[in-house]
């Protein structure tokens, strides 16, 4: 069953997609981050919207 309401959409957005992925170890940091939490690396890249 498909999300039609915008408001839903738009919090699903923020909560699920909007984060950045670490290059180097794969986890998910917040869309700020800097540098990864878990391996410090900076070589981070947004997650991809399907």
Known sequence: ???TDPEL????????L???VCRKC???NPPSAV???RCRSK???PK???
Do not use: H
């Not at 959409?9 to 699920?16: D, G, L, M, Q, T």
């Open 43 to 45: 070589n981070l890249r």
């Open 9 to 16: 959409i738009a919090i699903f957005e923020k909560r699920v």
């Open 26 to 28: 794969g986890a998910l």
């Open 1 to 3: 069953m498909p999300i």
């Open 18 to 20: 909007n984060k950045k």
């Open 35 to 37: 540098k990864c939490r």
């Open 48 to 50: 991809k919207k399907r």
